[in-house]
């Protein structure tokens, strides 16, 4: 017979293999979470792309459902308007952000997959938020140097997300600091990386899990460090570091 020890590390790795990205300590906690605030309130247009983006073969990439309730929520306190989105995929989050900020509020949105874009893009349609959508095809990082370059974006952004190839964070935020504004937001999501940021190195993990750890914990410490900004890790969905630009 397993002893309770045994039987919370048994539950700990199954709750490890479901891939919802909550690193809560169990399923039917995240699961009461989901069940009593998130799904109750998620609007139909983002039910309807959640449900459509879990038939995709890549769907452990989407934004959950928690955390796009939290950014919808937070979107609306800072009274956001003209935001940016890096990594897109088909666009749970982008549809969360599109529906908290105004009529006349903006996103540009950019993924090197437009084809990820296409299959939700319907969605974001119907629910009559397109138009507040720039979207781009291709690599940010010569973008955002454009814009830097510029010289017309710099302090314009309200917010920023970044849910894309960890091993860039570091370079998007080398640029994003110069183009959100002072007192704005930057969100980076997967900072806790399932769990692996404290996982000893010989630790068993998926191959793209083991890849990327090494870039999320530089990034950790290189926004710990950073005096432009005021950070707040939080264990929302796979963790998202919250950043407040105070110079």
């Known amino acids: 017979m397993a002893t309770s020890g045994e039987e919370q590390q048994s539950q700990a790795g199954r709750h490890q293999e479901v ?7 169990s ?3 995240y699961q009461y979470i989901l069940e009593t605030s998130v799904y109750p309130r998620e609007p139909e247009c983002m039910k309807e792309l959640r449900e459509l983006t879990a038939k995709h073969p890549w769907n452990i990439m989407t934004t959950s459902a ?8 937070l979107l609306k306190l800072i009274n956001a308007k003209n935001t940016m989105e890096i990594g897109v995929y088909t666009g749970y989050s982008l549809l969360a952000t599109a529906l ?41 990082l010569p973008v955002l140097d454009q814009m830097i370059e ?3 974006h710099h302090g314009s952004f309200d917010f920023i997300f ?4 960890k091993d860039n964070y570091i370079n998007y935020h080398k640029r994003l600091i110069e183009l959100v504004k002072v007192g704005g937001l930057i969100g980076y999501d ?9 996982a000893p190195p010989d630790a068993p993990m998926r191959k793209y899990v083991r890849y990327y750890r090494d870039f999320v914990l530089e990034l950790n410490k290189a926004l710990a460090a950073d005096p432009r900004i005021e950070i707040c890790m939080l264990p929302v969905g796979d963790g998202i570091t919250l950043c407040r630009r105070i110079q």
């Open 162 to 165: 970044v849910d894309a190839d």
């Open 100 to 140: 908290a900020i105004p009529e006349d509020g903006k996103i540009l949105a950019m993924d090197i997959n437009k084809e990820n874009y296409e299959l939700g893009l319907p969605v974001i349609q119907k629910a009559g938020v397109a138009h507040k959508i720039d979207f781009k095809e291709g690599p940010a």
């Open 66 to 73: 928690d955390e796009g309730q939290f950014l919808n929520m």
């Open 150 to 152: 510029d010289g017309n």
């Open 190 to 198: 997967n900072t806790l990386w399932n769990g692996s940021v404290v």
């Open 27 to 29: 399923d039917a906690l």
């Open 19 to 25: 891939g919802h990205k909550s690193l809560l300590q």
